[in-house]
């Protein structure tokens, strides 16, 4: 847990953050804190800039740590996996393979549904490991019966 974790934990509501300046905004506005006790809360972008915080390098304040989007190649990489599962899986009747994402190990997490417990899983997971070069994590996702059909059988 980074320390910008720690205090949105300590203040507890993510939707109302008291800024320096008394104001209160959401945490999607919110660029970073500053422990100053003369004013201390969370600051936009545009507090950052007024009290040039980077620039002074202020050691109270602490920035929100930017979160990794990811780019082109990685989607493409992604959607090229889950069609490759796909393609494989379609040999089974009842079975969808719903959604994958990728793990902070580096293997991929694939989530997926199925009308009963009779699928190889293993063997063709083994196949499938060999072939992609991927580590792959299987989820089962617990639906009831109506809605699983329901998804399956959709498309």
């Not at 320390?3 to 507890?12: L, M, Q």
């Not at 089974?92 to 009779?118: C, H, P, Q």
Request: charged share 25%; hydrophobic share 25%; net charge positive.
């Amino acid at each position: 847990m980074t320390v910008y974790e720690s205090i949105i934990e300590k203040h507890g509501s993510i939707h109302r953050n008291r800024c320096i300046d008394g104001s209160i905004t959401g945490q999607s506005c919110c660029v970073g804190y500053c422990n100053y006790r003369e004013h201390s809360g969370f600051l936009t972008e545009k507090q950052r800039r007024q009290h040039c915080c980077i620039e002074k390098g202020c050691h109270y304040y602490v920035p929100k740590q930017r979160t990794e989007r990811p780019n082109k190649a990685q989607k493409d990489s992604t959607n090229e996996l889950l069609n490759y599962i796909t393609n494989r899986f379609s040999v089974f009747e009842g079975m969808k393979i719903l959604r994958i994402s990728e793990t902070n190990s580096g293997a991929w997490k694939v989530n997926y549904i199925t009308l009963s417990n009779d699928y190889p899983l293993e063997n063709l997971s083994k196949e499938l490991e060999k072939e992609s070069g991927y580590r792959l994590i299987w989820n089962k996702l617990n639906y009831d019966f109506e809605l699983c059909a329901q998804t399956i059988f959709s498309n």
